[in-house]
């Protein structure tokens, strides 16, 4: 299994934050999607539970972005 | 049949004003509003110690019921940030309260979860020892060991004290009740020379992760639908987490109690404080309790009111 951008998206959809997610920009970062430090637990509980892998707090803080982590979760698939 | 006949608290009559402090954080008042649900912190005078707000519960709740304090026979105090290492807090306020010989005192140390723990604690030592009434008290002022310059706690807790009268004409009977531990995760939120650390995030995967499960499986335990409940009382945590247990469990929001917005997190009190609510509520007969936190432990149980 891997993650696509449009996945992550529409697990992002699924999770009811309170963004427009019209307006969600993939390559954007957290803060500028209006995305904030609660919202993005969720996101990777969601993330983690979805495919069934561990993100740690290092890895999480080189994640800036939804693509960023889509990327990441396919390395950590792909390893 | 022993049970909850009443519950007072007390809460310091100071605050502190979260938007006022949490602009040294950068963080922005809709945060404080929509997502901590905290505006002000209840906070305790310099001069008051963790007894002083134990006393101060159990002496009105003496005053708002027909209770004789002698007719107490057991005390109980929930807390893991007692005045001294040594005595037990109960002690002190045993003592206080001139409470009899013959009654029995000691403390549970539990964080947000010790006030269900305590109820199951207090009850079963009443009934297993022929004993007839108890008082259940809470008191955790987390502003004896938040540091005011990290972010992650200090806009959260909230100092306050609850007492709970256990007794045989009971208002609320307590029954099933379910208990758990993450042991491995107690790093997740410790108290290191004085000074309170959290992960946040370990704390909200585990409250995500375990609270909604443990609901389920009271629920099922308790012969209940979600639809037989009237309202959840939750720990009030934060805002955020309330409301990720509710949409993980599958709790319609109107159901559940958020009472945390002008006070904080207030820990093993912020259950009683809502129950003490309820006690004026006679709309409410099915209640759902659950406490979750340091430890990382988390209790729950069914309350049935009886008239």
């Known amino acids: 299994m891997m993650a696509t951008v449009t996945d992550i998206l529409a697990l ?50 080189e994640i800036h972005s939804l693509a960023d982590l889509a990327a990441r979760i396919n390395q950590k698939l792909s390893a | 049949m022993l049970g909850i006949e009443h519950v007072a608290s007390y809460l310091p009559e100071a605050r502190r004003e979260n938007i006022q402090d949490a602009r040294r954080f950068d963080v922005d008042p809709a945060f404080l509003r929509d997502k901590l649900g905290v505006l002000q912190r209840a906070r305790k005078a310099p001069n008051e110690n963790t007894s002083d707000l134990a006393r ?61 723990y305590g109820l199951s604690v207090l009850q079963s030592f009443l009934a297993a020892n022929g004993l007839s009434r ?33 007794g045989p004409d009971a208002l609320y009977v307590a029954a099933p009740f379910t208990f758990g531990t993450h042991g491995a995760l107690h790093q997740a939120l410790i108290c290191r020379d004085g000074v309170l650390k959290m992960n946040g995030r370990d704390v909200f995967n585990f409250t995500a992760t375990a609270v909604p499960g443990d609901l389920a499986a009271l629920l ?27 949409r993980r469990a599958g709790l319609p929001m109107e159901k559940v109690r958020l009472g945390l917005e002008n006070i904080g997190n207030t820990v093993s009190s912020s259950i009683p404080l809502l129950l003490e609510q309820e006690v004026k509520n006679a709309q409410t007969s099915t209640l759902v309790l659950s406490g979750f936190g340091v430890g990382l432990s988390w209790a729950s149980c069914v309350l049935r009111r009886t008239r």
């Open chain 2, 220 to 246: 099922d335990k308790a012969g209940l639908a979600v639809e037989d409940v009237d309202c959840f009382l939750l720990h009030q945590g934060s805002k955020f987490i309330v409301e990720t247990i509710a």
């Open chain 1, 12 to 61: 992002v959809g699924e999770l009811q934050l309170p963004v427009d997610m019209s307006t969600l920009n993939a390559e954007a970062s957290f803060k500028e999607n209006g995305i904030d430090s609660l919202d993005l637990m969720t996101i990777f509980l969601a993330v983690e539970e979805k495919f069934q892998l561990k993100l740690s707090d290092a890895e999480l803080e």
């Open chain 2, 56 to 116: 101060l519960a159990c002496e009105r709740l003496f005053r708002e019921t027909s209770v004789d304090p002698h007719a107490i026979d057991a005390l109980v105090v929930v807390t893991q940030s007692p005045d001294f290492p040594i005595p037990h807090v109960s002690a002190i306020v045993h003592g206080s309260l001139r409470l009899p010989d013959r009654c029995a005192a000691f403390d549970v140390s539990l964080g947000c979860s010790g006030f269900v």
């Open chain 2, 134 to 166: 108890g008082l259940l008290v809470t008191a955790d002022p987390y502003s004896k060991i938040v540091d005011e310059n990290d972010k992650g706690t200090a806009l959260l807790f909230g100092d306050a004290a609850s007492a709970t009268l256990i």
